[in-house]
């Protein structure tokens, strides 16, 4: 693994996201989708999933549910029911609540919440399926009120075809019942724009590979999005004593994720550092995903040496990492350092899969520095605001010449007599 100075180290990725040539694939897909409808929505399920489909088979039926049913296991069946309970206790937890201000003269000032009608939510199943992700889509748009939750997955997962059935069985669970066998840059522009068999979507929620974050910033605009929730990353924030063992464990869990996966340690010691590296090798060659975590660890990987704890917060804040943890002689104390994380892990016990799994919060969560500014994917990514405004004839009275005064100044006479017209007839 590379060894750097934490002082020279950015973000986590260039501002310029993907390659050129993935740039212009997805453009290329994202507008066949927009142009053709379901004929290019067929055809690149067939060039880029290898699998041949019609406008009749795009939807995922109710007897392939139900079979899917008896291709889990009981202990899945346990482990996703507890974990829904989890992550619906904690997204419960962030529902707000419209309000209203009624002031003495009568005036009504509020922020009303609604829920969105129709979002699409990605789940991705191009290399692995990640039924958990189900979860972490569909939870907080039910608690938000979605009326109309609609999911699409790719139609092969490694080479196979075919949904996996455990995300069947987990969408099933979460109680959805609109679900389309379309993966990629393709499926995330068919919800954008719609096709003839796909009404199109409000907002497009979910994680992906490099193709479908590209594809949700370039449909943003035509629908919302929630955030660019790429390819996976995990920097760990560690010193001497930090076990190696579990640092390693920690980075490679994100590393098997995609070869452009990150996963990088940020240490104020040095033999930690070298401690690590040996760890990742050694346990690097048993992981079954050994080639995406080797490509990822080669390529994006690092370990950042830093002279002082203040050093090595300054480069986690540059790098604002999708997860974050803290194996530190005493973590909590540097939480409030911390400004820039769309997760953070506090404490040895608290490895990242806790969070992936099972904990509670989000684990949809901004990629590629985008934590600086975006959050982990939750309730009000699935509400819209409307505010209101109700003025009182005493109210209008008593602040009109203020209202008149600001828009004569920016030269808008008609506004200025929307409001004179009202003080002429009333005082
Ligand atoms: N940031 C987060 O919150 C988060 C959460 C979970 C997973 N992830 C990430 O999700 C990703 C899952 O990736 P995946 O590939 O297994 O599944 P995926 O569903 O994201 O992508 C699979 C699709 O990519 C498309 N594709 C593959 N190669 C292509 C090519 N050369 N050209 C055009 N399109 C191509 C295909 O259409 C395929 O259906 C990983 O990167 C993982 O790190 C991120
Ligand atoms: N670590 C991923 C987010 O980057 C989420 C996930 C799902 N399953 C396993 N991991
Ligand atoms: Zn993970």
Known sequence: MRKLRA??????????????????????????IRTEGDAALLRYTEELDRVRLDTGTLRVTNDEIQAAYDRVDADF????????????????????????????????????????KRVGVYVPGGKAAYPSSVLMNVIPAQVAGVPEIVMVTPPATGGKTGIDPYILVAAA???????????????????????????????????????VALA???????????????????????????????????????????EMA????????????????????QQLSTLPREGTARQSID?????????????????????APE??????????TLLGRIENAGAIFVGPYSSEPVGDYFAGPNHIL????????????????????????????????????????????EGLEAHARAIEIRLERER
């Open 77 to 116: 069946l346990t482990a996703i029911r507890q974990a829904a309970l989890n992550i619906r206790a904690f997204h419960e937890k962030q529902l707000r609540q419209s309000w209203v201000d009624v002031q003495p003269d009568g005036t009504m000032l509020g922020q009303l919440l609604r829920p969105l």
């Open 323 to 332: 997860h974050l943890e803290i194996m530190t002689a005493d973590p909590m």
């Open 366 to 409: 901004p990629t590629n520095g985008t934590a600086r500014f975006s959050s982990p994917v939750n309730v009000d990514d699935f509400m819209k605001k409307s505010s209101l405004i109700h003025y009182s004839k005493d109210a209008l009275l008593a602040n009109g010449d203020q209202i008149i005064t600001l828009a004569r100044h």
């Open 262 to 281: 990150s996963a990088i340690l940020v240490t104020t010691s040095e033999a930690l550092g070298d401690a690590v590296a040996v760890e990742i090798e």
């Open 173 to 211: 669970e979460a109680g959805v019942k609109e679900m389309y066998r379309i993966g990629g840059a393709q499926a995330v522009a068919a919800l954008a724009y719609g096709t003839a068999t796909i009404p199109p979507v409000d907002k497009i929620c979910g994680p992906g590979n490099i193709y």
């Open 216 to 258: 949700k910033r370039a449909v943003f605009g035509v629908v919302a999005i929630d955030s660019i929730a790429g390819p996976s990353e995990i920097v760990v924030l560690a010193d001497e004593t930090a076990d190696p063992a579990y640092v390693a464990a920690d980075l490679l869990s994100q590393a098997e994720h995609d």
């Open 7 to 32: 002082e020279q180290f950015g973000l986590t990725r260039k501002v310029e996201y993907g390659s050129p040539e993935q740039n212009e694939t997805v453009a290329r897909i994202v507008e066949a």
């Open 299 to 319: 390529g994006y990987g690092a370990i950042l040496l830093a002279d002082s704890m203040a050093e090595a917060i300054a480069a986690v804040n540059r790098m």
